[in-house]
């Protein structure tokens, strides 16, 4: 696609709810990033992939956040039992090929804002 | 103290006056320096790169870095009610395969 597509775009889960958003990248990139932003807050690095490598989890705020991205394209960013306080927007970008962290373009899709009631 | 650090503001300027933003980052190693804009419900967009010290001009954006006080700053010429939104400070930390984020500084230009 020509950008970074995330959905769903909105998502209300009822606390202890397992919820699931997807992040489709602009084809050919091979870095993914996962970053949550709180309302006010900057986004806050939760997860990189190059490929369908994981090699930073670093930012994972608890075992309850899982991320995968098994065929190096598609990612999905799951949270079980979900908590008050893990509403936040959850953004996705991906960089491409030969430009990695050194251009700093990391391109951004509109972000999954989800609501734990 | 956090890695990347940004007052919040808001910043008010009036239209067609000098905006300055302002970045301090811990990590003396730090290589790469990056401003990006998110206007309200959008996603970060990046409008300035810097890697060495001193200044670099877009247009009417001028990022400036001096690495020996650990400070980046965006400066934007000509203000225009359109560029009201948050500027976002990112570093590379020296060693990391990320970016990381300064908490952001609300701008609003008044006509």
């Known amino acids: 696609g020509a950008g970074v597509s995330q959905s769903p775009r909105y998502k209300v889960a009822k606390r202890g709810q397992d919820v699931a958003l997807r992040c489709d990248p602009i084809?050919?990139?091979?870095?993914l990033f996962w970053y949550q932003q709180a309302l006010g807050q900057g986004p806050e690095f939760l997860t990189y992939?190059?490929?369908?490598?994981?090699?930073?989890k670093s930012g994972l705020p608890s075992d309850r956040f899982f991320a995968e991205r098994p065929e190096g394209s598609v990612s999905t960013l799951k949270i079980q039992r979900t908590q008050q306080e893990d509403s936040a927007v959850y953004l996705c970008?991906?960089?491409?090929?030969?430009?990695?962290?050194?251009?700093?373009?990391?391109?951004f899709g509109e972000g999954s804002r989800l609501t734990v009631l | 103290q956090k890695e990347v650090e940004q007052n919040s503001g808001p910043l008010s300027v009036p239209e067609g006056a000098i905006a300055s933003l302002n970045c301090t980052y811990s990590?003396?190693?730090?290589?790469?320096f990056f401003w990006y804009r998110q206007y309200s419900g959008k996603s970060p967009e990046l409008i300035m790169s810097?890697?060495?010290?001193g200044d670099k001009e877009d247009g009417r954006f001028t990022a400036q870095l001096n690495k020996a006080s650990q400070y980046v700053s965006l400066l934007i010429r000509d203000s225009q009610p359109s560029d009201s939104a948050t500027y976002l400070c990112?570093?590379?930390?020296?060693?990391?395969?990320?970016?990381?984020f300064g908490a952001g500084t609300r701008l609003a230009v008044h006509p």
């Open positions: 970008a991906s960089s491409g090929l030969g430009q990695g962290l050194n251009t700093g373009e990391l391109f």
């Open positions: 990112a570093v590379n930390l020296r060693g990391y395969n990320k970016l990381i």
């Open positions: 990590d003396r190693g730090s290589q790469s």
């Open positions: 084809s050919g990139h091979v870095s």
């Open positions: 810097i890697y060495s010290n």
């Open positions: 992939f190059q490929n369908e490598a994981q090699l930073d």
